[in-house]
Nanobody, 121 residues
Framework: QVQLVESGGGLVQPGGSLRLSCAAS????????MGWYRQAPGKQRELVAS???????NSADSVKGRFTISRDNAKNTVYLQMNSLKPEDTAVYYC???????????????WGQGTQVTVSS
């Protein structure tokens, strides 16, 4: 099994910044795409940003120019730098990773437990 542990959420004022981290761990595995999703109360979970193992990124239009996703493959960790935060960014943020437990052959989606981000004055 692969475990994803997130950190870095919290309360921040509008215009502020936060950095989320998500570390993947397990006995023996490899990851491909990693990313961040978010879910606000009463809304569906949505993709915020994703990154391939080669560093190709994709992000939602609502966060372009404000959020940056990156990863450290050696540490199996993905980051989300969030700048110019707005109240509408308030949500629970979930880390996602596509991973293969070795010596298996089936890639699976794994999820973190979620971390709350609240943007409010």
């Amino acid at each position: 099994q692969v475990q994803l542990v997130e950190s870095g959420g919290g309360l921040v004022q509008p215009g502020g910044s936060l950095r989320l981290s998500c570390a993947a761990s397990g006995s023996s595995f490899v990851t491909s795409d990693m990313g961040w999703y978010r879910q606000a109360p009463g809304k569906q979970r949505e993709l915020v940003a994703s990154i391939t193992s080669g560093g190709i990124t994709n992000s939602a239009d609502s966060v372009k120019g404000r959020f940056t996703i990156s990863r450290d493959n050696a540490k199996n960790t993905v980051y989300l730098q969030m700048n110019s935060l707005k109240p509408e960014d308030t949500a629970v943020y979930y880390c996602n990773a596509k991973a293969l437990n070795l010596p298996g052959i089936a890639w699976r989606d794994y999820w973190g437990q979620g971390t709350q981000v609240t943007v409010s004055s």
